[in-house]
């Protein structure tokens, strides 16, 4: 089994790696701050029109090429699409319910990518780690949805498209997995950003959406929050620690995301944090830094997942 190449990160690689987390994990509540100034879908056009810019140019600068190989554009078809409906549905259903419990839902994705990685990757199997991270984590989503009686319909109705945007999402991810070798990353993000803009441009205009009006100075603050911190400097930065550090190192740390976003929305939107929802996060935290810690990787899959 290939081990990660490089697991002394020492103390600022480990800063830097959990500061990183707690600004992607800051991403959901920026999404809220930007709907008080922008059209839910025309926010998500405008951010990913700026965001494909700044990575182009990047690319540019650094001399990329942008050419694609034959077969490539089918797959990122593929990919483009799931992504166009899996963005629309989260922005969608996040405009509906309370960042926290968006930012909660949206962690289902590990989880439900190691049930379809281990149905659909060859090799790709449960370990024993996996799979109690597995029941932590989807335990931690009933808590989310388990008291619903206070809750409005439409908070009811966005957890569930949410919900919905997620599995799109872990499926999409699974294909990319598949088809991931053959691409510069760089290409994947790029192209189905530009893909998603017109998409996400016809829904803001379909729906009576203003995309240039007088929005707040703390929407816009956020907005290119989203383009610049997350969208284009996140994924480069990302990118490279990864090559430094390996999936396990920088996997170790994802837990970060759900308690960054659950505390600064209660902190900076008033987020309503009950016992359900601090019982979700430790259990959805929990799940994730056992799926994701180094020693699940040397554990043998359970006999009943192994004899598959």
């Given at each position: 089994?290939?081990?990660p190449?490089?697991?002394?990160?020492?103390?600022?690689?480990?800063v830097?790696?959990?500061?990183?987390?707690?600004?992607?994990?800051?991403n959901t509540?920026?999404?809220?701050?930007?709907?008080?100034?922008?059209?839910?879908?025309?926010?998500a056009?405008?951010?990913?029109?700026?965001a494909?810019?700044?990575?182009?140019?990047?690319?540019?600068?650094?001399?990329?090429?942008?050419?694609?190989?034959?077969?490539?554009?089918?797959?990122?078809?593929?990919?483009?699409?799931?992504?166009?409906?899996?963005?629309?549905?989260?922005?969608?259903?996040?405009?509906?319910t309370?960042?926290?419990?968006?930012?909660?839902?949206?962690?289902?994705?590990?989880?439900?990518?190691?049930?379809?990685?281990?149905?659909?990757?060859?090799?790709?199997?449960?370990?024993?780690?996996?799979?109690?991270?597995?029941?932590?984590?989807?335990?931690?989503?009933?808590?989310?949805?388990?008291?619903?009686?206070?809750?409005?319909?439409?908070v009811?109705?966005?957890?569930?498209?949410?919900?919905s945007?997620?599995?799109?999402?872990?499926?999409n991810?699974v294909?990319?997995?598949?088809?991931?070798?053959?691409?510069?990353?760089?290409?994947?993000?790029?192209?189905?950003?530009?893909f998603?803009?017109?998409?996400?441009?016809a829904?803001?205009?379909?729906?009576?959406?203003?995309?240039?009006?007088?929005?707040?100075?703390a929407?816009?603050?956020?907005?290119?929050?989203?383009?610049f911190?997350?969208?284009?400097?996140?994924?480069?930065?990302?990118?490279?620690?990864?090559?430094?550090?390996?999936?396990?190192?920088?996997?170790?740390?994802?837990?970060?995301?759900?308690?960054a976003?659950?505390?600064?929305?209660?902190?900076v939107?008033?987020?309503?944090?009950?016992?359900?929802?601090?019982?979700?996060?430790?259990?959805?935290?929990?799940?994730?830094?056992?799926?994701?810690?180094?020693?699940?990787?040397?554990?043998?899959?359970?006999?009943e997942?192994?004899?598959r």
């Open positions: 089994m290939t081990k190449e490089n697991l002394d990160f020492g103390l600022w690689g480990g830097r790696i959990a500061l990183l987390c707690v600004l992607f994990g800051a509540v920026a999404v809220k701050i930007t709907f008080l100034g922008f059209g839910v879908l025309a926010s056009a405008l951010r990913f029109t700026l494909a810019s700044v990575i182009a140019i990047w690319a540019l600068i650094a001399r990329r090429s942008f050419r694609l190989q034959p077969g490539q554009w089918r797959q990122l078809l593929v990919f483009s699409v799931l992504f166009t409906t899996q963005l629309a549905l989260f922005y969608l259903g996040l405009d509906r309370y960042a926290s419990r968006g930012a909660l839902l949206v962690n289902l994705l590990p989880f439900l990518v190691l049930v379809l990685a281990h149905l659909f990757i060859p090799g790709d199997a449960m370990t024993t780690h996996k799979v109690v991270g597995l029941l932590l984590g989807f335990a931690g989503v009933v808590f989310v949805l388990w008291d619903q009686q206070s809750l409005s319909g439409r009811r109705s966005g957890d569930l498209i949410v919900l945007a997620t599995l799109i999402w872990a499926g991810t294909y990319l997995k598949k088809v991931i070798s053959a691409f510069e990353p760089f290409h994947i993000v790029l192209y189905s950003m530009l998603s803009v017109p998409f996400l441009a829904g803001a205009w379909y729906s009576g959406e203003d995309f240039v009006s007088s929005p707040p100075t929407s816009v603050l956020a907005l290119l929050y989203q383009t911190v997350t969208g284009s400097f996140g994924f480069l930065a990302w990118s490279t620690l990864l090559k430094r550090h390996g999936v396990v190192a920088m996997h170790s740390f994802i837990f970060i995301m759900p308690i976003a659950v505390t600064l929305a209660a902190v939107l008033d987020d309503p944090i009950g016992p359900n929802i601090v019982t979700a996060l430790i259990l959805i935290v929990a799940g994730i830094f056992v799926v994701h810690s180094p020693a699940a990787a040397d554990l043998p899959p359970p006999p997942l192994n004899d």
